[in-house]
């Protein structure tokens, strides 16, 4: 196959158009090539699999030169030459002034101002032995100065580098300017070094050195950084006292560094005197902080103060769980606005209320001077409105309000026939309050009152209820009538029958304030007989006494019967009443105690303390030593 058919073959123009250039160049040009002697390792292999692109062209240029075409064939069929590489324009750096192309003042002027920049201690240490070394230039304050300021970088200064410094300007018979001492406190600011910063204070008064308004910065910054917040804040009083201007940066800081160690007040303080300088640049992520950890440490003036020129103006808008915090500082404040406030920036986000936020704002507003019962009652109208029957947990601030403002309970209960004319739904909880509070006053009489009107707060739409009462109602009036002087079980059974009749299912709770009552009922009147003259009226009393002990001991073992737990007062009250009286169910009623309060801790210190006085007791009623089960 001769070179001018493959040139104009279209099947070798495309797979090697550059071999097709050179077959089809003229042949006397290509002979005419001075042959350069062949050289046996330039020859390639036989194979080009294994070779790269890079040395597969290197030798196909090389057959070119030697004029052996066919090599170049085999070269270029087993490894095709890619396209080549794109040259890039090569980018020249501007090159770099030598340190001696700079005069001595100029190096000095360089020296100063790397001092100042971040992370060029080491091309400060360079000019400075330049000066030294190169240009003869003694060892001076200059020099120092800025090798010591150079140290302010946190990640390549240290104050241990600062010490050997002043070391060598003692060796170079060089005392410490103004300069040098407050470059010193700058790097003891970044670097905490409290013997440094001491020393050179201490030094700056022998030498009557006055601090600069920077230097004084640099300290309470300093000071700030080492956890010395008493003393901070003492330089900083001192500063505005010498009307020294403060930097806001500064302040800033003392108000971020006091809240992260909740010294919240010191923190008020500072932010109140800015607010009342009319400074306007103040920091928003400043104030969310100061909100967050006021309203966390329920300090009522600097969350005030925070909430309504900041939350308010809607300048920044707090999370959910800050204003919760807020909501609950408010609320021991006494501060109902806020509370109500809190509310609406709540509801405006589309938040779900929960039982602690509305019992947070009933709070709010019975912790104000008067306390408003009203809107507190109100409040928990809107609980049952939406769906959130109030508990006892929700009633807690309520309850508190009205026991110790006995006379506050006419005005609450006149505040609920209010509302029910208003056809607002009357929980049964704030009813018990009031029930509760009567109780607690030991007043039955009352509380019983209300019991018997609770029918009439039902919903007008519900005339088939007889009652809005819960168990919970009836564990209030059964609790009543222990408390009354004798125990009341005439309105116990009463009270029993009622739960009964209107499909309430008696609890723990129930079964044990039953027991108690007719169990302290019935030791009443047995240890009453003994003081009576009448003989037959001893034997009427203990009848009646033994009478109601039986009764307890059958609300004892019916609660039993149903697995439910006793208390462990009334276990020891109960076993040590029957004991006494040297019957021998009190050490059924101790077993009972102990086979349903297995694995509890409380049972196994105070159980045998119980059990210990039911045998004691139990001695005495016959006579004998302690007796064991």
Not at 2 to 8: Q, V
Not at 324 to 346: H, K, S, Y
Request: aromatic share 6%; proline share 6%; hydrophobic share 40%.
């Amino acid at each position: 196959m001769n070179a001018a058919k493959l040139g104009i073959d279209p099947l070798w123009r495309c797979l090697c158009p550059s071999w097709t250039s050179l077959a089809t160049a003229p042949p006397v040009r290509l002979l005419s090539r001075p042959r350069r002697p062949a050289v046996q390792c330039l020859k390639p292999p036989t194979s080009t699999r294994f070779m790269t692109d890079e040395a597969a062209r290197y030798y196909a240029s090389r057959a070119v030169d030697d004029g052996r075409t066919d090599d170049v064939l085999s070269v270029l069929a087993d490894s095709p030459l890619p396209a080549p590489p794109r040259v890039k324009s090569p980018r020249f750096k501007r090159p770099q002034p030598s340190l001696d192309d700079y005069s001595v003042e100029a190096l000095y002027r360089r020296l100063q101002s790397l001092s100042v920049e971040e992370s060029k201690g080491q091309q400060c240490r360079e000019i400075a032995e330049h000066l030294v070394t190169a240009r003869q230039e003694a060892p001076n304050l200059l020099m120092y100065n800025a090798l010591i300021l150079s140290n302010v970088s946190a990640g390549q200064g240290s104050a241990q580098r600062v010490y050997e410094l002043l070391d060598q300007m003692g060796a170079d018979g060089l005392q410490p300017d103004v300069q040098t001492c407050h470059a010193v406190l700058k790097v003891a600011a970044v670097h905490s070094d409290h013997l440094l910063r001491t020393g050179v204070l201490a030094y700056m008064g022998e030498r009557w050195l006055e601090l600069s308004v920077d230097g004084a910065h640099d300290l309470v910054g300093g000071l700030l950084r080492e956890g010395r917040f008493e003393q901070a804040v003492e330089r900083l009083d001192k500063m505005r006292e010498d009307n020294v201007p403060i930097q806001p940066w500064l302040l800033d800081m003392m108000v971020y560094a006091l809240c992260a160690a909740n010294e919240v007040s010191e923190a008020y303080r500072i932010m109140r005197w800015r607010v009342d300088a009319h400074e306007t640049e103040l920091s928003r992520t400043l104030w969310s902080f100061l909100l967050d950890k006021a309203s966390a440490a329920r300090h009522h003036a600097a969350t005030a103060m925070a909430w309504s020129s900041q939350v308010v103006q809607k300048y920044i808008n707090p999370s959910s769980a800050v204003c919760l915090n807020v909501l609950a500082t408010a609320a021991q404040a006494g501060d109902a606005i806020m509370a109500t406030e809190v509310f609406t920036q709540l509801s405006k986000r589309g938040t779900t209320f929960e039982p602690i936020h509305y019992e947070l704002l009933i709070s709010a507003y019975l912790a104000m001077n008067p306390p408003d019962v009203e809107r507190a009652i109100t409040v928990l109208t809107i609980m049952a409105l939406e769906k959130l029957d109030p508990s006892a947990t929700e009633t807690r601030p309520l309850y508190l309000c009205l026991r110790d403002r006995p006379d506050l309970i006419p005005r609450a209960l006149q505040v609920l026939r209010n509302l029910h004319t208003q056809n607002r739904i009357i929980p049964v909880a704030a009813l018990n309050v009031l029930i509760e509070c009567y109780v607690e006053q030991g007043n039955l009489l009352e509380a019983l009152k209300i019991y018997k009107q609770m029918h009439t707060f039902a919903p007008n739409t519900d005339n088939a209820r007889k009652s809005i009462a819960d168990i919970e109602t009836f564990n209030l009036l059964i609790r009543g009538c222990n408390r009354a002087d004798p125990p009341d079980t005439e309105q116990a059974t009463f009270l029993l029958a009622e739960l009964l009749a209107l499909g309430l299912k008696p609890t723990a709770l129930t079964y044990d304030r039953l027991v108690l009552v007719f169990a302290n009922a019935g030791m009443k009147l047995i240890d009453g007989a003994a003081e009576e003259i009448e003989p037959g009226k001893q034997a009427t009393n203990k009848a009646e006494g033994l009478k109601l002990m039986d009764t307890a001991y059958g609300h004892f073992a019916d609660m039993r019967g149903q697995n439910l737990p006793p208390r462990f007062g009334t276990v020891e009250s109960l076993s040590a009443q029957l004991a006494r009286l040297g019957d021998e169910r009190c050490w059924d009623v101790l077993q009972a105690g102990e086979d349903s309060s297995k694995g509890d801790d409380a049972w196994s210190k105070l159980g045998p303390w119980a059990r210990k006085n039911a045998e004691e007791a139990w001695a005495r009623a016959m006579g004998t030593s302690p007796r064991k089960p």
